[in-house]
């Protein structure tokens, strides 16, 4: 087990007893530069964005020279040109298609789109179709949303158009022919396009004639998870919004060719409430469109996450590309400002880490602050030189951590984030700050990937169909690896106990139905001490996931447990000290323990595989709080869990995210240096840190050098019994290893 506190020198020790290959430094290997296949269709060889997203003054303001300049210098292959929906870029022939204020008789988007494909540089143009101007409304009152009493459903004085409407079925498929016959793009990007979030509904005429056809239902009253009614509708609006993905693409193939497609933007955080089947239309795209410009809670590790999970939910050689912003976001947003170039760096070698095609995406076409097109540039570049290692590879990771968008809304429903998000995010967070790459898998395709399985997290997945409860189990009883944490695999399709208790069974374990300590959210107030409770380590006897606290017998815990019986096949590892007051200080001590109450149970099952339950929810806690010693349970969980198998260690200061990659006879190892990056506020400064020694499995190669791509120098490489050492001097923002 490894310990967290101290960095220990065996495996550095180990490497300087192994005999030695090539280690001389020098310049990079020779490179056989990947060719794109003329054979192979537009939405697999554009490895490179770019978006200017135009403003309504740019038909008579913007560079377009400029821009051209500037998609040559940082190597672009695609552009995404703003051109119709809220605001038209072109001359439409459909009068009620608002046009930019400056438009005039101008057709900025063939001037720009004619500039891009004169590059060589394929053009998708951008839509944005969720909302329209009062003449439009005037015109087709009936093809707008609308409230309960009637009125129309705003968005600053602009009107939201229902997406069961004929804008939608027919005036947007109209508007995309236009598109195509006039200036063929390779395909649309929409921003927009899933309408109505899932807390608003719309009570139109469409919707009421619709939901009653297709469900014999009046339309739900209110948001009210507890109304069936509501429950079926959130489920409808999916179907909806698939059906109108469906039908932008159904239009843009038959009037544009097989490869013409349409790309609605989405999200890649499963719990965000974005009201679309991500999964489903993950399952549907040739090219992922992701629309996460910037880190948000989870921090900059998010974009390693985003990577992995949109491809593995899809196919896990599609091409990604997201849109990275280079304006300010956060506590407040400035358009037209320039983020650090830190900040905005690290959030796109996070995403290119995670396999992410990168994006720039600047607002407005002038230069008010140039400072922002120096940012790209030099990663992009990068990306150009290195293309060969960053695409058609396989994820090597062993560890998967399970997602699922029913959970999300029929487990998460109105408390998301508490229910669903945080256990995500504590597990996500602690393995990345411990140091083990992962697979973030859709719960649908355990069964798809259980072959690459060493270990298996479900964090708090109660939301589970029998079919998936029975993959599960056979994964378990193969000699599968699992961590499972909370309510997983208790509720059905509509969050409702499911008396379904086979992977219960599976791991000797009974609820009670009782649960213990702070449930949900805790006011945080020292006055209200319902969080003021802790754990209870054992004396002697210590289990190795609590390697790294021999100076303490208790640890803060501050959240809640499920009360759980074992029948002694996974054994208890502490228990439970219940709250007592946090102030005054004097009244801070410990009133009474619960020495039969256990927050974590481990142990081995029938089928040889280990097992590791959290009844305590430390993913949950560490999600909140980040609080080292819950990361430190959670990471030491899995690599106990994992018995010695996970594909590599890694010795040296800081907090180093790991992604790894095979190829044929090549290894890509991602190092990406997120010290200092937890804090709130903007990253602006990065810290080098270092040295380090890498060690990993030789998975069937037989290598001869090690290359820091970043450095631009061989790194030290000692090989054997199937393992390779490599020594890495520094790190200061990212380095790629390229192992051959």
Not at 165 to 178: N, R
Not at 224 to 232: A, G, H, I, L, T
Not at 481 to 502: C, E, F, Q, W
Request: net charge neutral.
């Amino acid at each position: 087990m490894k310990k967290i506190f101290t960095f220990i020198s065996i495996i550095f020790i180990a490497a300087c007893c192994l005999s030695s290959c090539d280690t001389q430094t020098g310049t990079a290997p020779a490179v056989d530069r990947q060719k794109a296949d003329t054979d192979l269709p537009w939405y697999k060889t554009t490895y490179r964005w770019a978006q200017t997203n135009f403003t309504e003054d740019d038909p008579v303001k913007a560079d377009v020279e400029f821009w051209r300049q500037y998609w040559r210098d940082s190597k672009t292959q695609g552009v995404i040109i703003n051109c119709g929906g809220i605001v038209a870029y072109y001359p439409s022939k459909y009068d009620l298609q608002y046009r930019a204020q400056y438009l005039g008789d101008l057709d900025f988007y063939k001037k720009v789109s004619d500039a891009a494909k004169e590059e060589g540089i394929v053009v998708v143009a951008r839509m944005d179709i969720n909302r329209a101007t009062k003449d439009f409304f005037d015109a087709h009152p009936d093809w707008f949303s609308r409230r309960k009493n009637g009125e129309p459903i705003m968005s600053n004085d602009r009107y939201i158009s229902c997406i069961n409407s004929d804008y939608y079925k027919v005036f947007i498929p109209q508007i995309l022919t236009e598109i195509i016959e006039k200036y063929q793009p390779v395909g649309f990007a929409d921003n927009s396009w899933k309408g109505l979030e899932r807390n608003t509904i719309c009570y139109c005429n469409h919707c009421k004639t619709k939901f009653k056809a297709g469900r014999g239902l009046n339309l739900p009253e209110a948001v009210s998870w507890d109304d069936p009614v509501y429950r079926e509708w959130i489920r409808w609006g999916y179907e909806c919004r698939m059906e109108n993905w469906d039908l932008f693409n159904e239009v843009t193939q038959r009037v544009g060719g097989k490869d013409c497609l349409w790309f609605g933007m989405i999200h890649a955080d499963p719990a965000s409430g974005s009201f679309n089947d991500l999964k489903g239309i993950l399952s549907r795209s040739k090219m992922i469109f992701n629309d996460q410009q910037s880190r948000s809670s989870l921090g900059f590790e998010q974009n390693v996450v985003n990577g992995a999970l949109l491809r593995l939910a899809s196919d896990e050689q599609a091409l990604a590309p997201e849109s990275m912003a280079n304006y300010i976001s956060g506590a407040r947003t400035f358009r037209l400002g320039t983020n650090p170039k830190e900040e905005t760096r690290l959030w796109m070698i996070a995403g290119i880490a995670g396999g992410i095609s990168p994006w720039f995406h600047f607002v407005g076409g002038g230069k008010n602050d140039s400072r922002r097109f120096d940012t790209p540039m030099p990663i992009f570049r990068w990306h150009a030189d290195n293309e060969q290692y960053l695409y058609n590879r396989t994820d090597l990771s062993n560890v998967a951590v399970v997602w699922s968008q029913p959970n999300a809304d029929f487990y998460g429903q109105d408390q998301v984030r508490e229910r669903v998000s945080l256990p995500w995010k504590g597990f996500c967070m602690a393995l990345s700050r411990y140091r083990i790459p992962f697979l973030p898998v859709n719960v649908q395709d355990i069964g798809k990937y259980s072959h690459r399985i060493n270990t298996l997290i479900l964090p708090d997945i109660a939301v589970m169909t029998d079919q998936e409860i029975d993959v599960v189990c056979d994964f378990v009883n193969k000699g599968g690896n699992i961590i499972v944490t909370g309510m997983t695999a208790t509720l059905d399709g509509d969050g409702r106990p499911s008396g379904n208790d086979k992977l219960w069974r599976a791991l000797g374990l009974a609820r009670t139905g009782e649960t213990k300590g702070a449930i949900g959210s805790v006011n945080a107030s020292w006055e209200a001490a319902g969080a003021h409770n802790y754990l209870r380590l054992p004396k002697t006897d210590r289990h190795e996931i609590l390697t790294g606290f021999e100076n303490t017998d208790m640890l803060a815990f501050g959240g809640g447990l499920q009360v759980v019986n074992s029948n002694g096949g996974l054994k208890p590892l502490f228990s439970y000290i219940p709250p007592f007051p946090i102030y005054p200080p004097e009244f801070s001590w410990i009133r009474e323990e619960e020495p039969n109450t256990y927050p974590l149970f481990a142990g081995t099952l029938p089928g040889g595989g280990r097992a590791v339950y959290f009844a305590g929810d430390i993913d949950r806690c560490y999600g909140r709080a980040l609080l080292p010693e819950h990361g430190i349970l959670l990471a030491n969980a899995v690599e106990w869990a994992s018995n010695g198998k996970l594909p590599l260690t890694l010795e040296g200061p800081g907090h180093i995210d790991c992604k790894l990659y095979g190829q044929e006879n090549r290894l890509i190892l991602h190092l990406i240096n997120l010290t200092g990056s937890n804090r709130t506020g903007y990253m602006d400064e990065f810290v080098p840190v270092g040295p380090f020694t890498v060690t990993l499995d030789a998975q069937g190669i037989k290598p001869k050098s090690a290359f820091m791509t970043v450095q631009n120098k061989r790194a030290p490489m000692k090989v054997q019994n199937g393992k390779i050492a490599v020594t890495v001097d520094k790190i200061t923002d990212f380095e790629m290893l390229v192992i051959e």
